[in-house]
């Protein structure tokens, strides 16, 4: 799809790839940040999806390869990624597209809500309580 008014101009969802999105933010972010280890999670990224267009990402998709970072050992250590990882990677794919809409005024990068892996959802840290702080049993 072609801008209404300016008919020569592609939006950035269908001239950009997600490898020159992830090129754009090593170059312009990575430097800032002191997390390690993000470099090696860019580069995952960019072997999974590098080549897919902007417009082409949602949700379901980011999905997809979230069970995929479960499931697969790391290229690292060889062995499987834990939760706190597996989020790691989840949360650094969600602040390039939000860099890429806030910072860099990238319109309608497709955000979405990224899913967050949890290991045990019906785990409970403390027991409920009432309002007068008594046990719920």
């Known amino acids: 799809r072609q801008s209404k008014y300016f008919p020569d101009k592609l939006i950035e969802l269908e001239k950009y790839t997600l490898s020159n999105l992830l090129d754009r933010y090593q170059s312009e972010v990575l430097p800032k940040k002191k997390a390690k280890g993000q470099l090696g999670q860019l580069k995952w990224w960019k072997d999974q999806l590098g080549d897919r267009k902007l417009k082409s990402f949602y949700p379901a998709l980011i999905s997809t390869y ?3 970072l479960i499931q697969e050992p790391s290229e690292r250590t060889g062995r499987e990624r834990t939760p706190a990882t597996v989020n790691r990677y989840l949360a650094l794919i969600s602040h390039v597209f939000t860099t890429a809409v806030k910072e860099w005024q990238w319109k309608n990068v497709r955000q979405g809500d990224y899913p967050k892996y949890n290991d045990n959802p019906d785990r409970r840290t403390s027991p409920p309580f ?8």
């Open 130 to 137: 009432t309002q007068t702080g008594n046990v719920v049993s």
């Open 66 to 68: 979230k069970e995929k």
